[in-house]
Structures are given as structure tokens and as C-alpha cells.
Antibody, heavy 120, light 108 residues
Framework: EVQLVESGGGLLQPGRSLRLSCAASGFTFSDYAMHWVRQAPGKGLEWVSGISWNSNSVGYADSVKGHFTISRDNAKNSLYLQVNSLRTEDTALYYC?????????????WGQGTLVTVSS | DIQMTQSPSSLSASVGDRVTIPCRASQNISNYLNWYQQKPGKAPKLLIYAASSLQSGVPSRFSGSGSGTDFTLTISSLQPEDFATYYCQQSYNTPRYSFGQGTKLAIK
């Protein structure tokens, strides 16, 4: 069974940094693209960032470019999102998602999310 | 960037109704269109991929159609568990993907 378990969220002040993690199991992690999708309270889904299976290709939404860094460790079956200079608009539930083998941008499994709250 | 538009943002229907939910892309995305269902407090769930392919385990009352810029999710006979928010998403613009704003399906 595919499992994606996010961690690292919390209540932080603007300007601080944090690293979100996603522990993957139940599939061959190194074969698949992975992504972060976030959802602000009461709002819709926003794709944030994605990374190819071998880390050669990464992408970011314009809203987070230069501000977030995605990475992965295939040996540890883990996905990461480094968030620097937190802003209040980064407050959201952050989901880790898995791409499919055929189309890396089709998200067939999701974690339950980790909540990031940015407030002074 | 490709913009995805879902209108209306909400609609109401009754159990047993046939419901269609539209989605429009700002440019041609071929069939690189997915549909997700999200219930309150839960993670989204993939329903339809490649515009019309049913994800494993999803009931056959769900179907998708369209190509290019205009797409539709259809629920043939609404069940009580189908009241949720539905999002379309384009996977054409690798690796910069985008979602529609969502359509909330409520009980009439």
C-alpha cells in the first residue's frame, strides 16, 4: 500500500525558515516524480513544486520561486521542501503527492498533509 | 502559464441527478486533464486522468470527456457520498502544473 507521510509543519513567525519532509513507502520511490501541493485555509489547491525521479528536473510555481527549494533522497525514500523567509501567505496545509509512471503530473496518491501557520 | 477555469464555483443537486461539471483551459492541453474529488478534512483523490480514463477503484458513475480546452466531469447518478468539491488540473505544462478553483457540489 502506498503511504506518504508529511512532517515538519508548525506555527512560525514571518521570516523564519523550515523544512518539510515526506516519507514514502509501498512503492519504488526512485521511479516516480514527486510534488508538493498546498491548500490555504478554506481555499483551493495550488501546485507548489515538483521534482523528477532523478532530480534532474525541478519546477516551482511563480508564487514560490526563489523562496522554496524541493529536493529528494532516493536512498531514504524521502521528499523535502525547504521554505525560506516565510510569509503569511505561505500559511497552508502542504500535501506530498506522487506522480504516475506514465505522466508525472498526474497525482495518484496524496499524504494527509502537514499544516504550516505563519503568524507573528 | 496555463490557467484553468471552473465555473460555477458551486452547484446544488439531488441524489439520483445527473451532474456535469465544466473546466476550461486557457490554451490547448490535448487530453492532459485530471479530475480530483476532495471531501472536507480529507486529501484529494484522483478520479479521472487523461481527460477520460477512470482511476482504479473509482465508481463507473464518474466519467470524463473533452479535449483541447474544454472538459467535463459527469456523475451519472449522484450518490450521497459524492457531495464534495471537484477540481480539474492540467498536466500538460511540465513541470508547471495548475488546478482550477474548484466546484463545490452541494445537496439541493
Amino acid at each position: 500500500e502506498v503511504q506518504l507521510v508529511e512532517s515538519g509543519g508548525g506555527l512560525l513567525q514571518p521570516g523564519r525558515s523550515l523544512r518539510l519532509s515526506c516519507a514514502a513507502s509501498g512503492f519504488t520511490f526512485s521511479d516516480y516524480a514527486m510534488h508538493w501541493v498546498r491548500q490555504a485555509p478554506g481555499k483551493g489547491l495550488e501546485w507548489v513544486s515538483g521534482i523528477s525521479w532523478n532530480s534532474n528536473s525541478v519546477g516551482y510555481a511563480d508564487s514560490v520561486k526563489g523562496h522554496f527549494t524541493i529536493s529528494r533522497d532516493n536512498a531514504k525514500n524521502s521528499l523535502y521542501l525547504q521554505v525560506n523567509s516565510l510569509r503569511t501567505e505561505d500559511t497552508a496545509l502542504y500535501y506530498c503527492t506522487k506522480g504516475t509512471m506514465v505522466r508525472g503530473g498526474d497525482f495518484d496518491h496524496w499524504g494527509q498533509g502537514t499544516l504550516v501557520t505563519v503568524s507573528s | 502559464d496555463i490557467q484553468m477555469t471552473q465555473s460555477p464555483s458551486s452547484l446544488s443537486a439531488s441524489v439520483g441527478d445527473r451532474v456535469t461539471i465544466p473546466c476550461r483551459a486557457s490554451q490547448n492541453i490535448s487530453n492532459y486533464l485530471n479530475w480530483y474529488q476532495q471531501k472536507p478534512g480529507k486529501a484529494p483523490k484522483l478520479l479521472i486522468y487523461a481527460a477520460s480514463s477512470l482511476q482504479s477503484g473509482v465508481p463507473s458513475r464518474f466519467s470524463g470527456s473533452g479535449s483541447g480546452t474544454d472538459f467535463t466531469l459527469t456523475i451519472s447518478s449522484l450518490q450521497p457520498e459524492d457531495f464534495a468539491t471537484y477540481y480539474c488540473q492540467q498536466s500538460y505544462n511540465t513541470p508547471r502544473y495548475s488546478f482550477g478553483q474548484g466546484t463545490k457540489l452541494a445537496i439541493k
